[in-house]
């Protein structure tokens, strides 16, 4: 069974980390073409519909990961700043 997903959507990251942590029954290969990540699942049809459920969850949580990570960079690296700025006082 093959599922493709778009490259503007998802990066390489995300979809690496969310096919890592499917359970070791999931045998998957990766692909892409120009515009989209093909994921083949080598399985039978009722492992495939529990894996993709799997898949879509652990998508949805790295997806959403990387956004918020984009998103706190700058706090991050503020909080960074200041706790290096009060160790060089010290």
């Known amino acids: ?27 998957w290969d990766i692909e892409e073409n120009e515009s989209e990540w093909l994921i083949t699942f080598s399985c039978s049809q009722d492992d495939f519909v529990r894996c993709k459920c799997e898949f879509n969850k652990l998508l949805n949580d790295y997806y959403l990961r990387e956004k918020i990570d984009s998103q706190t960079d700058d706090l991050k690296l503020a909080i960074i700043r200041k706790a290096l700025k009060d160790l060089s006082k010290e």
Not at 12 to 24: D, G, N, Q
């Open 1 to 27: 069974m093959i599922l493709s997903l778009s490259k503007k959507r998802y990066s390489e990251l995300v979809l690496r980390k969310a096919l890592y942590w499917l359970e070791s029954g999931c045998q």
